[in-house]
């Protein structure tokens, strides 16, 4: 008598992290709940909030009214012929996108735990569905950008066509550290209070408030180690041009660096992924 559809999918559960399963196919075949999962997500976000989606605005408007201030009126940092409020939310973009998508994802599996340990599914979809929602506060955000470039005058440009490898690369960036550390918190709870340390001490060393150029360059490769060094590089010579040029020999170390977190997140995530039901 043959196998049954039900005992296969049963089979499943019992070895969810066996390397022999189609799992990569999987994902394919799990997309409608990787959908479900991103509106359910995004309705979360969003219902039963004061001011709603404006969080999206509030967060980076309020971040480059400050960074503007401190970096371009106190300390009087060049900006290379750009108005300092476009410059800093030009990099807001970009470094709201991954600590948004990044901070999501590293508490995931714990937040879903009862869908963890009760069917089988690529695990991987939930901390990648949940990085989805900063789509959404990124499309917001690029809105009100364009209506800074109008208040400033700033001229749309063909480089711009080029923002949406930038924006992967933004999303890559996420996806390593946040998928690895979301499997290390199913075991480690305590990383809840890591992120944020993490996040914010990120935000201070990616060059948001400043052009990397300001950056001696005898450490400026080293300085590209922090692969949203190379990002915000990216979004500003996409979006403004000028004196906004990539450094080179620092965006292709950025974006080794960000392949090496991706090969080593999901892999960790896949070793770890057959034990959540476990130690959650």
Do not use: H
């Not at 049954?4 to 969810?16: F, G, N």
């Not at 490769?221 to 990216?234: E, H, K, T």
Request: hydrophobic residues 55%.
């Amino acid at each position: 008598m043959g196998t049954s559809s039900t005992e296969q999918r049963w089979d499943k559960v019992i070895v969810a992290g066996k390397k022999g399963q189609r799992y990569w196919a999987d994902l394919w075949d799990f997309r409608g709940l990787f959908f479900f999962l991103v509106w359910r997500d995004i309705l979360v976000r969003y219902k039963q909030t004061v001011f709603g989606i404006a969080w999206s605005v509030i967060r980076p408007v309020l971040t480059m009214i400050v960074f503007s201030v401190v970096f371009g009126r106190i300390a009087k940092l060049p900006d290379g012929g750009t108005p300092y409020p476009i410059l800093v939310y030009a990099a807001m973009l970009p470094w709201q996108f991954f600590s948004s998508s990044f901070t999501a994802s590293t508490m995931s599996m714990i937040s879903n735990v009862n869908l963890v340990s009760k069917i089988y599914f690529p695990r991987l979809i939930i901390p990648i569905a949940t990085m989805m929602v900063s789509v959404v506060d990124f499309i917001v955000a690029f809105f009100i950008y364009v209506l800074l470039m109008f208040f400033y005058s700033i001229s749309f440009s063909w480089r711009m066509l080029l923002l949406p490898p930038f924006l992967l690369m933004a999303l890559l960036s996420s996806i390593g550290p946040g998928v690895l550390i979301s499997a290390i918190a199913t075991k480690y709870r305590d990383f809840k209070y890591i992120v944020p340390f993490i996040t914010q001490l990120g935000l201070y060393i990616s060059p948001v408030g400043f052009k990397s150029n300001i950056i001696p360059d005898k450490w400026r490769l080293i300085y590209s180690l922090n692969p949203l060094v190379g990002v915000i590089d990216g979004f500003r010579w996409a979006l403004l041009g000028g004196e906004n040029t990539i450094y080179v020999p620092g965006m292709i170390l950025s974006t080794a660096v960000i392949i090496l977190f991706l090969i080593w997140g999901v892999r960790y995530f896949r070793r770890a992924e057959r034990y959540f039901a476990d130690v959650i």
